[in-house]
């Protein structure tokens, strides 16, 4: 017979907490007033160098409202313009329906169809939404303080379900692009802003992040890709909106998580293991620790200290590296970064919608009118 | 928005610029407009495809455009084969200068992915060789790394000759972590486990996604431990090799089996024990040969992955201690089972891992496991006399303490590696964060190699071990009857619940100071001898009438 009567001594070891991170910083400032008027000026001309992301000006624009708006500045622009203008941007329904699937948001007017922020759509062989611009045009109209009354919900619905393939990642546009976690990131944020799952297999995109976990614990953009601070944020970030975070990772796959994310902090964060420390990780890396509680391990005053030293002190923004030139994405995932870090100046962030939480609640109060007329028209 | 250093101009640079500027601008705002008239009426044609090319290769991520080629490339024509050839492969061109431009374009990768596809004759050299030319330039490219994969895949090329290529660049550079990572994907596919004999020259096929969960044989894992620990003996502070080797340590871990199914006629309940924290769905309990209807459950319901799951079988199925039965457990998810016989005149049966297992380190206490471990603490320790505040060192060994198994060394031993542990501990650099976090949770429970083991425990003593809590995976000792946990810093008792046959507590000179932390313990059905001593809810006023209430079946209770 087995001896069972086995006394266990376990050896546990246990260090001590550290106290509060934000003490004596070295006192890099903070120039708010240049950073303001960055976003003005990108949300008037941009250089030529930016035409290659004409089809993508849309996220320019998320990037320069959200940042003014973690900037506490949004009152310096004209907000009921800027929500005609992204309204303009609808693709919506024709007449006849028969472009159902192809809803959603354009990036900018550069099929050239004519200005036009009412309905119907107009039929246009081309036309169509695209995932990223449906994304972030409903989190601009969000934060503007737009109610989404125009947004024509059933139709972005059926545009995003439209994307999604078999493996459960999704194709940016209907005529097909690359497919990879970007775009699950993007539909999750679209259909927890729309309070309505019914845009997306749930089941199958949860299955493309279980398979794109690679060996070393990060997360790739696909399946046997390399793991990626970018797509580790859009895995965990969209298993959060969808509420089934720690239902699909165990607690031990999640420490795993925390481990290969913490780890990508070297002054800044990189978003590789080898490849240099960039501005906008300290956001993509930095909400994913938020996101699974263990932000607070991290060195705030290297983080803070790499983030300020590619802030660009004469045209504001920031760059990925030092001595680089600014660009909206940088400046407004380094104002991201600085925000999580709780800059004085900064509003907070959400970490998984990644808007204010001032634009989170406000989704929060549309999302309860919607359900109580839903409840009162019953 | 790639990165662009600050470079200084003339002012006469920046004249030259601006007017080049304008006449690329008018050039292409009157492509454009032309491109997409066309494309509205249906013109796909030669003069298309010259339209869209000035404007791709200035704009790359047009996606419309790229769709738009894709359209005419796959108009029906009359074509022969050759044509068909020739016009690929024109295309295959013009993607490689946007490529040359811009090599982080998604939407050129993607294109040239699926040009790659339709090519009558596809010349995969020359695709594998437009790899190797990215790589060189910039061997972190993943659109790059990515398409040589596809590559790979459609021209089946075979595994091992892609790990020597990986052998080759990490040769040369070894920090290449991408290379690594190409590394654990080729890896566990050359030397599948497996009961089917495998092909003389295994290809990379369609194969099933996560194979970096899979598996790897003993003798290619104790080669690739060689190489990595070339690695990081040539630069200990490269992440790579340390990453990876965490990953090869891991494949000796067992795959998610069931290591133990225990059945007690008392509580007429049956308890199945996993090789891993398991989220138990398609478990079938087959008694005598008939299916039971019996609900699953985890042993705390806070535990969705758990490593014991247990049923209750409907009442006087095995009460009868005259009767024999066999029980089977099934796990049809996993495709395994476990067969278990309670004999006659016993209460109680369990069965355990066998030998009967093809697979390597099956068991914990195999030889190969323990000493393959040792061997690799061995070169841990080392380095670490090299390099004292390499981090990367102390975390593995630190993981590799935690996985061998210390009831597998001599008692001596055994205590010596506790005090090293705790050693290291103090050694540990305050600012060091990730040690940090691996520190901030305390550990209950020992690793994996142990779980067997402990569904049968029935003594535990965790004294003096500075703990604060009993977490919910503590529910696992099924088979508990003494606890003892004097010495602590105890608050929480959130898993001592529901533990069937527990009969005796002691908890003398912990931290229990209200009456509610107590509570859970009313849901240990035997429990009789309970010490409190030196906690401060025996101050508590009413005290010895409230634990009355709440425990009324405890008479040993000792203040």
Request: hydrophobic content about 35%; overall charge negative; some cysteine.
């Amino acid at each position: 017979m087995l001896d069972r009567n086995i006394i266990l001594v376990i050896p546990v070891a246990k260090m001590s907490e550290e106290g509060n991170q934000i003490e004596e910083f070295e006192q890099i400032d903070f120039l708010k007033d240049r950073h303001v008027r960055f976003f003005q000026r990108s949300l008037q001309v941009l250089p030529e160098r930016y035409s290659s992301l004409e089809t993508t000006r849309l996220t320019i624009v998320f990037f320069a409202l959200s940042g003014l708006d973690v900037l506490d500045a949004l009152h310096v622009i004209d907000k009921d313009n800027m929500i005609e203008w992204i309204y303009s941007l609808q693709v919506l329904p024709t007449e006849d329906e028969s472009n159902m699937q192809r809803c959603g948001f354009r990036g900018s007017s550069h099929i050239g169809l004519p200005y036009s922020s009412k309905g119907p759509g107009m039929a246009h062989p081309y036309d169509s939404g695209h995932i990223a611009m449906t994304y972030t045009g409903l989190a601009s109209l969000l934060l503007l303080g737009d109610d989404l009354s125009r947004v024509n919900k059933r139709a972005c619905l059926t545009g995003l379900k439209a994307l999604q393939l078999e493996d459960g990642s999704f194709y940016a546009v209907p005529e097909g692009s690359e497919n990879d976690m970007r775009f699950i990131y993007c539909a999750a944020c679209i259909c927890y802003m729309l309070d309505d799952w019914s845009g997306m297999d749930i089941h199958k995109a949860i299955e493309y992040i279980r398979r794109s976990m690679s060996y070393d614990n990060g997360i790739g953009q696909g399946a046997g890709l390399e793991s990626h601070g970018g797509s580790t944020f859009c895995a965990v970030a969209s298993l959060r909106l969808m509420g089934r975070l720690e239902e699909t990772l165990s607690e031990r796959e999640l420490d795993r998580i925390r481990r290969w994310c913490i780890m990508r902090q070297q002054t800044g964060f990189h978003g590789r293991p080898n490849k240099p420390v960039d501005t906008c990780y300290s956001f993509w890396v930095g909400a994913t620790l938020e996101l699974l509680d263990v932000f607070q391990y991290t060195n705030y005053e290297k983080n803070r200290n790499y983030i300020l030293s590619t802030q660009d002190r004469l045209v504001g923004g920031f760059a990925k590296w030092p001595d680089s030139h600014p660009d909206p994405l940088h400046a407004y995932f380094g104002l991201c970064g600085l925000s999580l870090l709780g800059e004085p100046e900064l509003m907070k962030v959400h970490p998984a919608l990644n808007v204010t939480q001032r634009a989170f609640q406000h989704l929060q109060q549309l999302q309860q009118a919607w359900r109580d007329n839903v409840s009162s028209c019953t | 928005q790639h990165g662009r250093l600050k470079i200084k101009s003339t002012a006469q640079q920046e004249e030259e610029k601006r007017k080049e500027r304008e006449k690329k601008l008018k050039l292409y705002v009157t492509a454009r407009d032309v491109c997409f008239s066309q494309r509205k009426e249906g013109v796909l044609d030669e003069e298309a495809l010259q339209l869209t090319q000035q404007l791709l290769s200035s704009n790359p991520d047009f996606s419309t455009l790229w769709n738009y080629r894709r359209e005419i490339l796959i108009a029906p024509g009359d074509c022969e084969e050759d044509d068909v050839q020739k016009i690929y492969e024109s295309e295959l061109s013009f993607v490689e200068r946007c490529l040359r431009q811009n090599p982080k374009s998604y939407g050129s990768w993607h294109h040239r992915g699926w040009v790659s596809a339709r090519l009558p004759r596809p010349d995969w050299v020359r695709e594998l060789s437009l790899c190797d030319r990215c790589l060189s330039l910039d061997e972190r490219n993943f659109h790059c790394w990515d398409y040589r994969r596809v590559v790979v895949r459609m021209s089946g090329v075979a595994v091992d000759q892609e790990l020597r290529f990986t052998d080759r660049l990490i040769g040369s550079n070894f920090s290449n972590y991408s290379s690594w990572h190409y590394r654990s994907t080729l890896l566990p596919l050359l030397h599948l486990e497996s009961p089917e004999p495998l092909s003389p020259t295994p290809q990379l096929a369609k194969t099933s996604p996560r194979t970096n969960s899979h598996r790897v044989c003993e003798e290619q894992l104790l080669k690739e431990y060689e190489l990595v620990q070339n690695a990081f003996f040539t630069d200990p502070n490269d992440q790579s090799a340390w990453f990876y080797y965490r990953w090869l340590l891991g494949r000796a871990e067992r795959e998610e089996m069931i290591s133990c199914v225990y059945v007690s006629r008392e509580e007429e309940r049956v308890a199945v024990c996993f090789s891993k924290p398991v989220h138990a769905v398609g478990l079938m309990l087959v008694l005598d040969g008939q299916p039971q209807q019996v609900e699953w459950r985890s042993v705390h319901p806070r535990l969705r992955h758990s490593p014991v799951w247990v049923c209750d079988l409907p009442p006087a199925t095995i009460s009868d201690i005259g009767n024999e039965h066999n029980l089977t457990v099934h796990w049809t998810e996993n495709h395994t089972h476990r067969d278990c016989a309670l004999y006659t005149g016993r209460s109680q049966s369990w069965c355990r891992d066998s030998a009967t297992d093809l697979e390597l380190f099956r068991s914990e206490l195999s030889v190969e496991k323990t000493s393959v471990l040792q061997s690799e603490l061995q070169t841990c320790n080392q380095l670490q006399e090299l390099e004292p505040l390499n981090k990367w060192c102390l975390l593995t060994i630190v993981l590799l303490m935690r996985a061998l198994d210390p009831l597998g060394y001599e008692k001596e031993t055994g205590f010596h590696a506790v005090c090293l542990y705790g050693d290291l501990c103090s050694k540990f650099i305050i600012e060091n964060t990730i040690l940090k976090m691996e520190y901030a949770e305390v550990r209950v429970l020992p690793t994996l190699c142990h779980l067997d083991q402990l569904l049968l425990v029935t003594h535990i003593n965790l004294s003096s071990n500075e703990l604060e809590r009993l977490p919910p995976q503590f529910c696992m000792l099924q088979c508990l009857e003494v606890l003892e946990a004097d010495n602590n810093s105890i608050v929480d008792l959130e898993g001592v619940y529901q533990l069937p046959k527990l009969e005796e507590i002691s908890l003398k000179n912990n931290k229990i100071s209200k009456i509610e932390d107590l509570a859970l313990l009313a849901s240990c059905p035997k429990l009789r001898s309970l010490d409190l001593r030196g906690n401060p809810v025996t101050q508590m006023a009413n005290f010895l009438s409230d634990i009355a209430k709440l425990l009324p079946s405890v008479t040993d209770l000792q203040l």
